[in-house]
C-alpha cells in the first residue's frame, strides 16, 4: 500500500511505455516487504534539467535513467560515481542529502549474466558488434575484468575506430568495418561473441548480422544483450551451430539488481525480478 511514507523511486526515459523495470522492481521491492514505489517518469528531452530537480523537489530516493537520457543526464547531477564516468553515461540515480549521485550498473550487470553462467573473462578474447551505449558499457566491463583482446564490429569504420580510442590502453581493443575480412578472421579465435545492436528486436525488420557460422569455433559463448524476443535469429542460429547462447535478460535483471541495492541496500531479489520479466517477455 502506498503510503504519507513510502519512498519513491522513478525511471525517466522517452518513451518509458515499453519498459519492463516497474514491473520488476515493483515486484522485487514486494516481495522484500519494503515501502518503495517505482514509477514511470517520461520526460522529454528538453525537460530533462527540470526533471532532475523535479526528483529532489519531490523527496525521490533514487531513479533509473534510461534511453535517450544516459549521457544528458551527467550535466544535470551534482556527481557521478567512478563507474559512470568510466562508461560516461549514467543509468541509476541515488538522492542523498539533496544530492544527485549518478551510477551505471550496466557494465557490472552484463558481467554478471556472464558469470553466473560460469563464463569465464580473464585473458579471453570477445567479438562485439554495435558501437553504441550498451556495447560501451560491455566493453568497459569486459576491460576491468581482464579481458586479453576486444574486436568492435559495426557498419560505420569511422564511429567503430572513434569508439575503440575511447578506452584505456591497457587492454588490446580495435574497431573494424564488420564487412571486412578482419573482423571475420577475429570471430575465428574468439571466445566471446556480442551483439550490442538492436538488430534481432523486431520480427518485421529482417536484417541480420554478418556472421558466417562456419567461421565460429563451437566453444565460443554467443550473447545477446536483447532481451526481448528472448530467442533472436541470432542465437537461434548460435544454438544450431552448437554454441552455448545467452540473451539479455540476465543483464537487465542484474543491472536492476544493482540499483535496487545502490537505493535500498538490500541486495536485489533476482530471481523474483526474473520470474515477473519472464512473464511479459
Ligand atoms: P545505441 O546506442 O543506439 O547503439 C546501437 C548500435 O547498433 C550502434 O552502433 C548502431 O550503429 C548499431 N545499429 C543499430 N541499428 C543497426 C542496423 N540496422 N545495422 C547495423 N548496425 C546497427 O543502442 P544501445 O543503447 O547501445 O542498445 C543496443 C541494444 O542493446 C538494444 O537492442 C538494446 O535493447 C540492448 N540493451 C540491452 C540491455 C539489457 O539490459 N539487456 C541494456 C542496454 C541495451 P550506428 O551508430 O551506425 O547507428
Redesign the pocket.
Known sequence: MITGRTEKIGILGWPVGHSLSPLMQNAAFESLHLDYVYVPLPVQAEYLAQAVVGLKALGFTGANVT?PH?VAIMAYLDEIDSSAQLIGAVNTIVIKEGKCIGYNT?AQ??IR?LTTKNVMITGKSAVL?????????VVCGLIQHGIGQITVG???LI??QE?AKGFPTVTNIEGCD?NESIFNNRIKDCDILI???????SAD?K?E?PIIWDNVHSDTVVCD????PPMTPFLKSAQNHGNKII??????V??GALAFELWTGKPGPRKIMLEMLSKYM
Open positions: 534511453i544516459k550496466d550487470g552484463f549474466s558488434m554495435g558501437a553504441g551505449g550498451a556495447s560501451r558499457a559495426a557498419r560505420n564511429k567503430v569508439f564488420w551483439n550490442c545492436t538492436p538488430i534481432g528486436m525488420n536484417e548480422l544483450l536483447i532481451y526481448n540473451n539479455g535478460a540476465g543483464m537487465l542484474e543491472q
